[in-house]
């Protein structure tokens, strides 16, 4: 079956701008996150949605951030006044339910976002 | 806090060659851990994972991992690169009580012929 989707794959835009980043999820999973990957480093934990609702946007970095996920599976992460430090790739993934203990997170392929 | 490090930033094997990636935790409690491979242009693919239980556990692709409390170590090995086994790889890991995995910064693996 199709996994984790993400559109556009690659973006650039000028500092200032607003994005938007969309992750279609695997179809019948609850669970969808957003991770951020800067370059040589680790993915970062964004926001994570159980549903329609952000259970958890603790690691948002601040409130340019913002993402939604209205009917329970596409979300789109919006980023307003984009600065050069935005630049990053962008990973959404997906569980089947809670996301805890040890079920899996499926991975898309990422929005690479350069900022200019 | 909980962290988790990979110490080697790159690592260069003949491929044939055994391979052994590290990985190192903090963590509280015993968290569930994994492994995951990222190639050019490619989502994040779980080749394994520890819930409990057998220390060592077996993967997709060839590979395995060994769970060592003693030394708060989750290593991946692989018996026999192949050059298709170039990519980056990343140790997560997580309480069983949370969703978020947390990273670390990852391997480069280089293959040569």
């Known amino acids: 079956g199709a996994g984790v989707s993400q559109t556009p794959s690659n973006k650039v835009t000028e500092k200032g701008k607003y994005v938007e980043l969309r992750c279609d999820p695997i179809s019948g999973h609850t669970a969808l996150y957003w991770y951020r990957q800067s370059l040589g480093q680790g993915p970062e934990f964004l926001i994570y949605f159980q549903g329609t609702g952000a259970a958890d946007d603790s690691g948002l970095p601040n409130d340019r951030f913002f993402a939604v996920r209205p009917e329970g599976s596409v979300s789109t992460l919006k980023i307003q006044r984009t600065e050069r430090g935005d630049s990053a790739v962008y990973l959404c993934?997906?569980?089947?339910?809670?996301?805890?203990?040890?079920?899996?997170?499926?991975f898309g392929p990422g929005t690479r976002l350069l900022v200019l | 806090a909980q962290s988790v490090t990979q110490p080697d930033i790159h690592i260069t094997v003949s491929e044939g060659a055994s391979l052994e990636l590290r990985c190192n935790y903090s963590?509280?409690?015993?968290?569930?851990l994994f492994w995951y491979v990222q190639s050019p242009g490619q989502g994040l693919q779980l080749l394994l994972k520890y819930f409990s239980g057998d220390t060592l556990v077996q993967g997709i692709k060839g590979f395995e991992a060994e769970f060592k409390r003693s030394q708060s170590s989750f290593n991946l090995r692989k018996p026999s690169v192949h050059w298709s086994d170039a990519a980056e790889y990343f140790c997560a890991g997580k309480m069983d009580s949370s969703y978020k995995l947390i990273f670390g910064s990852g391997t480069r693996l280089l293959v040569r012929p």
């Open positions: 993934a997906s569980s089947l339910n809670s996301g805890r203990e040890g079920e899996t997170q499926y």
């Open positions: 963590y509280g409690a015993t968290p569930y």
